[in-house]
């Protein structure tokens, strides 16, 4: 089978992305003339995209009708069509919905977060979204790859859980889902704990306010001094360390920064899209009330946190803001925190499971985070359970 550069306009032969060359087959007559992509499955396959894809990515740029019918692998679009008309509009297929809009390579994954298309770049992490006016858009959203097909699945548990811990609604009911599955009976049982343990985590808060005052501020900043250079960065790597510490002190200096600026500056000083810019970010922007903090900031973290190392760095974050800022207040409202952490869906299940095992030095001393770990216990226990419920359903 003849193959070609997923990037045609790429003409090294020696180039490693390939694809087959697209091949279309006229069938019927009259009304009912169709063409068929033989080897539609292939060339999804090539571009790591389910073939329905870029199907209906022909059907929305030629104005047809297509049929995919991912059982027996037949992929139609009517109307007459030759291969290389075809070919070129693939082209624009995968420069939209495959490479990489920072660094043109063409192995990104489709994650789905918000509502928005994030194509994810495993050659250089960026974390693009693609052109949501697209029509295609719409339906990628609609019809996540597979992988993502969980992420959804989570979004929707963490929206149900958050209407019913914060009681929105007559009587707390659960938000309707059209597309509401069997797995949401075991979703409403989990939400119902989490709404429980919401309560029990409102009862051992006290009132608190935001301290605002000078006192609290010169406290922050000394500490913020305290830290000094290179204190966001431990682990040695050619970002340049600086870099983190300025995203750091500007976070600090802002008073309640835009989401937008905070995104503009960190693209700015070259840290957007990295892991390390997310423990900044947690420990900066929010202060001894995080815990209702974290809500209002639910699509700015999203931007940032994305892969399990951006995870892990956040909860890092959060552990330098309780371990060394203020422990006397955050320490018994670690599992409120790590619970709001879980709703804006940010932090997958088994990453909490595997930060919580045991205590680590690599963000605060070995003491702190095993108080900080400790703390998190009742959080711990309940997602511990949620998640192995949750995959018992699936394998069922
Ligand atoms: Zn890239």
């Known amino acids: 089978m003849a193959t070609i550069n997923v990037r045609r306009d790429v003409k090294d032969s020696f180039y490693r992305y390939k694809m087959p060359r697209l091949v279309s087959k006229v069938e019927g007559k009259g009304n009912g003339i169709k063409t068929v992509v033989p080897n539609m499955t292939e060339i999804a396959r090539a571009l790591s995209r389910p073939p329905a894809y870029p199907t209906k990515y022909f059907g929305c740029e030629l104005g047809a009708q297509v049929k995919c019918d991912d059982k027996n692998e037949r992929y139609i679009v009517n109307g007459e069509h030759d291969a290389e008309k075809l070919q070129t509009i693939l082209d624009g297929f995968i420069s939209k919905f495959v490479l990489c809009a920072s660094c043109r390579n063409p192995e990104t994954d489709i994650l789905i977060k918000n509502d928005d298309i994030l194509m994810d770049c495993k050659a250089c992490g960026a974390q693009n979204v693609a052109d949501m006016r697209h029509k295609l858009s719409t339906y990628i959203v609609k019809n996540p790859p597979a992988q993502a097909s969980k992420n959804q699945r989570r979004q929707r548990k963490a929206a149900t859980a958050q209407a019913n811990g914060e ?7 659960f938000v309707e889902d059209e597309e509401a599955s069997d797995d949401d009976i075991i979703s409403q049982r989990i939400n119902k704990e989490a709404a429980g343990l919401n309560m029990e985590s409102k009862l051992v808060q006290e009132d608190w306010s935001e301290d605002t005052s000078e006192a609290a501020v010169a406290q922050r900043m000394k500490e913020l001094a305290v830290k000094g250079v290179g204190a966001f960065g431990t682990e040695d790597d050619d970002e340049g360390e600086n870099k983190y510490d300025l995203f750091g002190a500007w976070l600090e200096e802002q008073e309640n920064p835009a989401d937008d600026d905070i995104i503009a500056k960190a693209e700015e000083l070259g840290v957007y899209g990295k892991y390390k810019a997310c423990q900044v970010l947690v420990q900066c922007i929010f202060d001894e009330s995080i815990a209702t903090q974290i809500p209002k900031r639910v699509k700015l973290l999203r931007k940032f946190i994305t892969e399990e ?12 803001l309780v371990g060394l800022e203020y422990k006397d207040v955050l320490l018994k409202k670690v599992p409120t925190i790590l619970m709001k952490l879980y709703e804006a869906d940010v932090i997958e299940d088994d990453v909490f499971i595997k930060w919580g095992e045991k205590p680590s030095k690599r963000y605060v001393d070995k003491d702190i985070s095993k108080e900080v770990k400790k703390a998190a216990k009742p959080f711990l226990e309940w997602i511990a359970t949620a998640s192995e419920e949750e995959s018992e359903e699936e394998s069922d």
């Open 167 to 173: 009681g929105h609604g007559p009587g707390g009911g």
């Open 309 to 320: 190392k951006h995870q892990k760095a956040a909860l890092g974050g959060m552990e330098r």
